[in-house]
């Protein structure tokens, strides 16, 4: 399918998804993000694809919501169409891993596109904030819950109520981010990372990405509950029987997906 703000390139069994608004720093306006979550359900759909890559361009991953398209809203407006929730729920209800790789600036919306991945790999140059108390609203596609869970309330509070920036070192060490690599290798280490997951059993990838998610949802009881549900479920997979076989031969698994 043809994009005006994105660009999907699908490649070895990784979709890589990049989002192309660069007059703009790659705002999230109301077509980016419809157009990112056709490529995500394409993607999610697309057999041949076992991991996502979404990125920017060096200068940004993406600098917010549009803030052009916001200006005039009412709260009538946002209330009634939800300001692109549908299309942030499709991102966020995708089984397979959607890995962020940022260069530049992942401000407000595009911090918080960043959290909905599973893993997010950044530049050296990368600048991660909520910078939206600047200008009199506040995050509003998961910033106020995802950043505490991922850095403590502490640090949440610090970005968004003054809406500093803070750098990868930073992100890397308050746990926003898994790792830091210089800007040049950036993609390497992205599309690198995403081919190891690609060549896992796709079902415990799915598996493993449930369970963790769910540990944010619920009680430790339950999450547990439904880790060990989701683990006795893997024992009725042809997959677990080649990946343990494959370890007592010495050998590399081959996994089928079964
Ligand atoms: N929206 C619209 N246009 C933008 C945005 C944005 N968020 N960010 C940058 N641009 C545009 C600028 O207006 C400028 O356009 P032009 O050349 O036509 O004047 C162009 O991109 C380049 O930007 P700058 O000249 O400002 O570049 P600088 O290098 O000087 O600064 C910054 C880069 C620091 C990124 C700066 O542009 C900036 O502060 N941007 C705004 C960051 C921001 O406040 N983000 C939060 C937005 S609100 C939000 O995200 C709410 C999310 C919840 C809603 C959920 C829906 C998805």
């Known amino acids: 399918m043809a994009y005006n703000t994105i660009i999907v390139e699908i490649e070895d069994h990784i979709a890589l998804i990049r989002l192309n608004r660069p007059d703009a720093m790659n705002a999230l306006n109301s077509v980016l993000l419809s157009e990112l979550a056709q490529a995500v359900s394409e993607a999610e759909a697309n057999e041949k694809v076992r ?34 929730a549908d299309s942030v729920k499709v991102i966020e209800d995708c089984r397979k891993p959607i890995i962020a790789a940022v260069a530049g600036y992942a401000l407000g919306g595009g911090c918080e596109l960043a959290m909905i991945c599973d893993i997010i790999i950044a530049a050296d140059s990368a600048k991660f904030g909520l910078p939206e108390i600047n200008l009199g609203v506040i995050p509003g596609i998961g910033g106020t819950q995802r ?3 991922a850095i403590g309330k502490a640090k949440a509070m610090d970005m968004a109520l003054t809406g500093r920036f803070m750098d990868a070192e ?3 060490r308050s746990g926003l981010i898994s790792r830091v690599v210089p800007a040049k290798k950036l993609m390497d280490e ?44 893997m024992f009725a997979t042809e997959d677990q029987k080649e990946g343990m076989a494959a370890f007592l031969d010495k050998r590399e698994a081959q996994f089928r997906d079964r």
């Open 51 to 84: 991991c996502i890559v979404v990125t920017g361009s060096e200068k940004a991953f993406a600098a917010g919501a549009d803030i052009s398209e916001m200006a005039e809203k009412t709260y009538v407006d946002v209330f009634t169409s939800g300001l692109f």
């Open 147 to 149: 950043l505490p869970r």
């Open 170 to 172: 930073e992100a890397l």
């Open 190 to 233: 992205a599309t690198s990372t995403a081919q190891k997951i690609a060549e896992k059993s796709q079902i415990a990838v799915m598996a493993a990405k449930e369970a963790l998610d769910r540990s944010f949802e619920t009680s430790l009881t339950e999450g547990l509950a439904h880790e060990r549900h989701l683990f006795h479920g």
